[in-house]
Structure formats: structure tokens, C-alpha cells
């Protein structure tokens, strides 16, 4: 039977992005963790306490769970079998084909825990899954015959604070089995310094804990499209977007957060969890209740037509053998993450229309690369706008919000910038003699 005294010994199968993360903050917060991945690259560099992606404050954290002698790695799924809490961390992306998730993975991992759990043991799910997985899994664990049981325990860290938002989330969420009193209490260990820092906690059945991370997505993911719609408009009238979102986010009801028009929201969650969303509302019968994502994404896809389309029309009407220089392909700021990022999308729309596309992030080159090696990639800013015909900005990290227009008025062959993300200041630019043209604005 698990003891509940602190620290606890941790299991955390598949270290992505969340995995990762997750168990070196476990480590940080004194419990022992393994982290555990197919992919043997990956377990090397943790091992070595290199972070196998761009985190800020992945390295240092990294650093010091790895010397504490508190975390450590493994390719072999045997190494659970020390642990009485597993968390299951592993990818649910999008199935090809088709809307709903693919749970191969998520499946396969708990059916490879199976022979390593013992009595008393938790496994606890944080991948993103449709609604009905946990019940279904649940039945997986206890059919093992060992005395195991299963939580969720969905993740809401954000890529770029993911440090920060695992060690001090913001709620926990604890989806468990009927009567399964010990994995709230597990759960309370394992969190117990959140707890204690007054982290709120919300106790539920599984299906609502499902819910709870996939209906925060589809929020999300229809603010950022309510405010592209309004782009839209305001790119029909004249209006001005930037401008409507300030005067609309005043509305304490509303908020002014995540209502940031432009190239609209990518990444490995979003867009495949309102996608999974509504596959799985179909399945359950309640497709019309959900029929309102499927314009969330339409609207979203678009603005990335309309950021080409803007390139064409400031390129005479052809952008075949021009020269175009993209800042940004991370998906967001502070990432290297570049699954479904618009920002990419778009360069290589315009490489595929003849453009010729010079590309840059600070972080994401190696991850658009391995995706698109026929994109010509640089290492600054500087570098991607040289003889350049247009700038487009493309992902608003601080280098970009911060670059002086005379530091590229020198090498480009055409003063534009295209600001698909809004994150500049129009009248700077334009007082440098620059055309300066953005997503919903005059
Ligand atoms: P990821 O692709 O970065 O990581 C998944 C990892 O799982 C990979 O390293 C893969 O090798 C490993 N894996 C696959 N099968 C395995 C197996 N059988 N055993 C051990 N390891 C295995 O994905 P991610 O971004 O970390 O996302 C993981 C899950 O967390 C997804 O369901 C995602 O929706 C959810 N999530 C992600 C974030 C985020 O910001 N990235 C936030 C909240 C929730």
C-alpha cells in the first residue's frame, strides 16, 4: 500500500513538453521521479540534464533535480515498478484523417505499466483525452488485479511558463474513481506544496475532469477567434482592431487578456483539442452543442490566408521571386514548439506561391528545419531582412516587439512590415519611412 508520507516516489511516462516539465518540478518539490520515454534521445539529454526543447527555466531546474539526485531517467518502463505514483504524460495528437485524438499512445503506455503496478499504486492521467478515456482506462488498471487504481488530473500549463505553472499552478483538478478516497489523498502529497501555498483544488468524477480541460481549450481557443472575427469586420469598415480590443476589454465581463488579434493560436493543444472536442461530441450525439468550434477554427485557419494575401497585395500582386523575410515561426513567444504553428504555415504558403522565404526565430530554426528543410533559415533578424522585399512578423517575441526599424532600414530592399501579430508600434515605424500594414487595422 502507498505510503503517504512524503516524499513520494514518482513515475512520469512520456517526457514531451508536459512530461518533462512536469517531473523535474516533482524532483524540485522533494519527491524521487523517474521519467521514463520511448525515445532515447530524448532520456539522454535529461539524463544529462540538457532539456531535449526551448523552456525558459527548464535548464536551470533540470540542473538541479538531476544533481539532488532526485530525478532520474529511464527508457525502460521497469524503472516504475520502484514508484507508486505513475503519471502518464504522453502525446495525444491529432489522428490522421480524421478530428478525433489518436489515444495510441496514452494506450500503450498504460498497458506497459501494467506488469510493474503493485497495491495501493496510483496511475494518474495528464494527457488530454476525449471525454470517457479515464473511465475506459480505469477499467485497464483495476482489470491488472493488483489493487491499482487511476485518476486525471489534467495539465494547464502553458508553454513559455510551464516551469512556473506546474510548480505554482493556478487549480489543481482531480477527476477520480467513485469512493477512491486514497487517490485524492496520493494526490495531496503529491501536490501538498500548492496545497499548502493555497492552490484551490477541485475534487470530480472523471468525465468532469476530461471536461474541465478541453472546455478551457475551447474557450480559449474561441476568445482568440471572437477577436479575429472582429479583425475581419474591422478590416471591411476601416475600423481598428487594436483599438476595439482595448475599449471592449475595459468590460471587467470580458477582459482584456487573450484577446490579441492577428495570426490567431497553433501548438500541439489547441487546435487539435477543439478538433477532438467535436469528434467526440459527435460520437456522444451532441455535435450541435459543439457546432460553433468547428467556426472557431475556420475563423483561426483564415487569418493565416488573410496574412498571405496582405503580402501579395503589398508585393504588386505576386509574391513569385520576391523576397521575403519571416521573423518568427514558434508557434508563440518563449518556445520552440512549432506543431500547427501559423507562423510557419504561413512562410511556407508563401515559399510554395515562389516566394523566396528567408526565416527566423530566436528559438524554433531547428524545429522548423527538421518540418520544412526547404525553407532557407538564418540565424537574426538582421540577417532575414537583408535585399528583403517585405518583413513579415510573424511571432511576437520580445526581440521582434523590441526591434528598431533602423536596424533593418539599411539592409532591406523595401521598407514593409507586415505585423501579424499587432505587437509593434504602427507610428514608430511609420516615421522611419516604413509601410507598415497589420492583421485588422486601418
Ligand atoms: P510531446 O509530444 O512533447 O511528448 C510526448 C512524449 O511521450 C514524447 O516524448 C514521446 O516519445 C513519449 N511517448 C510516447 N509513447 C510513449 C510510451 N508508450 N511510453 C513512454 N513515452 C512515450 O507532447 P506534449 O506537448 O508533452 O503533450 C503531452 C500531452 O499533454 C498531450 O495530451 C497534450 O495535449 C497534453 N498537454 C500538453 C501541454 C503543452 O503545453 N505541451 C499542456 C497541457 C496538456
Not at 532520474?72 to 478530428?99: K, L
Request: some cysteine; glycine content about 10%.
Amino acid at each position: 500500500m502507498t505510503s503517504l508520507s512524503t516524499p513520494l516516489t514518482i513515475s512520469v511516462i512520456g517526457c514531451g513538453y508536459l512530461g518533462a516539465v512536469h517531473a523535474a518540478a516533482m524532483a524540485e518539490l522533494g519527491h524521487r521521479v523517474i521519467g521514463i520515454d520511448v525515445d532515447k534521445a530524448k532520456i539522454d539529454l535529461l539524463a544529462a540534464g540538457r532539456p531535449p526543447f526551448y523552456e525558459p527555466g527548464l535548464p536551470e531546474l533540470l540542473t538541479s533535480a538531476t544533481a539532488s539526485g532526485r530525478l532520474t531517467f529511464s527508457t525502460d518502463i521497469a524503472a516504475a515498478a520502484e514508484a507508486t505514483v505513475h503519471f502518464v504524460a504522453v502525446g495525444t495528437p491529432q489522428r490522421a484523417g480524421s478530428n478525433a485524438a489518436d489515444l495510441t499512445y496514452v494506450d500503450a503506455a498504460v498497458e506497459s505499466l501494467l506488469p510493474h503496478l503493485s497495491e495501493g499504486d496510483l496511475v494518474v492521467g495528464k494527457s488530454t483525452v476525449p471525454v470517457g478515456t479515464a473511465e475506459r482506462l480505469a477499467a485497464v488498471v483495476s482489470g491488472a488485479g493488483v489493487g491499482a487504481t487511476l485518476a486525471w488530473n489534467p495539465e494547464f500549463l502553458r508553454e513559455g511558463f510551464a516551469v512556473k505553472d506546474t510548480i505554482s499552478p493556478d487549480r489543481l483538478v482531480y477527476g477520480v474513481g467513485e469512493g477512491d478516497e486514497h487517490a485524492e489523498s496520493v494526490l495531496d502529497a503529491v501536490y501538498a506544496a500548492a496545497l499548502a501555498a493555497g492552490t484551490p483544488k477541485v475534487v470530480t468524477g472523471y468525465a468532469t475532469a476530461e471536461l474541465v480541460k478541453v472546455s478551457a481549450n475551447a474557450f480559449l481557443a474561441t476568445k482568440i477567434s471572437f477577436i479575429n472575427a472582429m479583425a475581419e469586420v474591422a478590416e471591411a469598415t476601416g475600423a481598428d482592431v487594436t483599438q476595439l480590443a482595448d475599449a471592449i476589454g475595459f468590460d471587467a465581463r470580458i477582459g482584456r487578456r487573450f484577446l490579441n488579434a492577428g495570426l490567431g493560436f497553433g501548438g500541439g493543444c489547441l487546435p487539435k483539442d477543439i478538433r477532438g472536442f467535436m469528434a467526440r461530441a459527435e460520437e456522444l450525439g451532441v455535435e450541435q452543442a459543439l457546432s460553433f468550434l468547428s467556426e472557431v477554427d475556420s475563423i483561426n485557419l483564415r487569418r493565416r490566408g488573410r496574412m498571405v494575401d496582405l503580402a501579395t497585395e503589398v508585393l504588386d500582386g505576386d509574391v513569385s521571386g520576391k523576397r521575403i523575410a519571416v521573423l518568427g515561426l514558434a508557434f508563440k513567444p518563449d518556445s520552440d514548439d512549432v506543431r500547427d504553428s501559423p507562423a510557419l504555415d504561413v512562410a511556407v504558403r508563401l515559399a510554395e506561391l515562389g516566394a523566396i522565404v528567408v526565416a527566423t526565430d530566436p528559438e524554433a530554426v531547428e524545429t522548423s528545419r527538421a518540418r520544412h528543410p526547404e525553407l532557407t533559415y538564418v540565424s537574426t533578424a538582421v540577417e532575414a531582412a537583408q535585399d528583403a522585399d517585405v518583413v513579415l512578423l510573424l511571432t511576437e517575441w520580445k526581440q521582434y516587439r523590441d526591434l528598431d526599424p533602423a536596424e533593418l532600414t539599411s539592409v532591406v530592399s523595401g521598407r514593409a512590415l507586415l505585423d501579424g501579430r499587432n505587437c509593434v508600434n504602427p507610428v514608430v515605424w511609420r516615421e522611419a519611412g516604413w509601410t507598415y500594414r497589420a492583421l485588422g487595422r486601418p
